[in-house]
């Protein structure tokens, strides 16, 4: 038979309940207070490092800065708060090492993107405001973070790019070196005066502020053939303005040609060229090997 119901067992059980949560809920509740606060001085003391300390760290070190000091108060506050409910800090690093492998190994793709972060900080093939392209992305860079890099397409879409995406592919930086080249190919009649030709070009070059004087613009004979001659236009621009520079010249070197008014001399055909990689004038020469003939 089972036994009667006794009130007592149940006020018993009500007095067990009521002595633990007047033991455990101030606990609780002084846990819940440390973690809200501790969140908030930890995004507080990220903003005062990089406002006191700022000024002396590479603007691309910022951001993986500042998350660092972030995180590193995060984990000491939930140190604190788990101790506050009772739980044995010893006991609790002998839980985290414990799964400590198995964490790492469901999250080897995130643990990747930082150790990938810190090469690309330490080895800096990029830093900010240049723009790179990479593994089929390509953007301006505004941000190197502990995860992921944030990156400005050239028509204004924000990338949000793993680190490992970009450290594990071949990434080239269009705005790493002084110069970029800018080649341009014109067809002209075979009648047209060589040298007079080349004066205009180079003249076209000289008076654009956006092309660098050192190493200076050269145009010369690409080939002879039965259809006319080929000059080709090679001049260098700064990073910044390239891309502006390489849309108008085309339009400026056929427009001048024209305005000659000589049937000789009004250009076939002028297009933008890029140089076989085979061709060495696609190196930006030394200061000291820049001339200014044109061969």
Not at 149 to 175: M, Q, R, V, Y
Request: aromatic share 6%; hydrophobic share 50%.
């Amino acid at each position: 038979m089972d036994q009667a119901f006794n009130p007592q067992h149940l006020d018993h059980l009500a007095d067990v309940i009521w002595v633990w949560a007047i033991g455990f809920v101030p606990r609780l509740a002084a846990a819940i207070a440390v973690l809200v606060i501790g969140s908030i001085v930890a995004r507080w003391a990220s903003q005062a490092v990089l406002g006191a300390v700022g000024h002396h760290i590479d603007a691309t070190v910022r951001p993986m800065f500042g998350s660092i000091v972030r995180y590193a108060i995060l984990i000491l506050v939930i140190v604190v708060a788990l101790t506050q409910i009772g739980v044995q800090t010893a006991s609790l690093l002998a839980v985290l090492g414990a799964a400590g492998l198995a964490i790492g190994l469901a999250l080897q793709g995130t643990l990747s993107n930082i150790a990938a972060g810190l090469m690309l900080l330490w080895l800096r093939p990029f830093q900010l405001g240049d723009y790179i392209e990479v593994n089929g992305m390509s953007g301006t860079v505004r941000e190197i973070g502990l995860f992921v890099c944030h990156l400005e397409t050239f028509d204004g879409i924000f990338l949000f790019a793993p680190n490992s995406a970009i450290w594990n592919n071949a990434l080239k930086n269009h705005s790493r070196n002084r110069g970029r080249l800018v080649s341009v190919d014109i067809t002209m009649s075979n009648k047209a005066d060589i040298d007079r030709v080349r004066s205009i070009l180079l003249s076209i070059a000289g008076n654009d502020d956006r092309i660098l004087k050192d190493p200076p613009p050269r145009v010369f004979v690409e080939s002879i053939t039965g259809a006319g001659l080929m000059f080709n236009l090679r001049a260098w621009a700064a990073p910044q303005t390239f891309g502006d520079l390489q849309r108008t010249i085309v339009e400026r070197a056929k427009r001048k040609l024209e305005e000659l008014n000589d049937e000789a001399m009004s250009p076939q055909q002028v297009i933008r060229a890029i140089p076989p990689e085979s061709d060495p004038s696609r190196l930006m020469p030394d200061h000291a090997e820049a001339t200014s003939e044109s061969l």
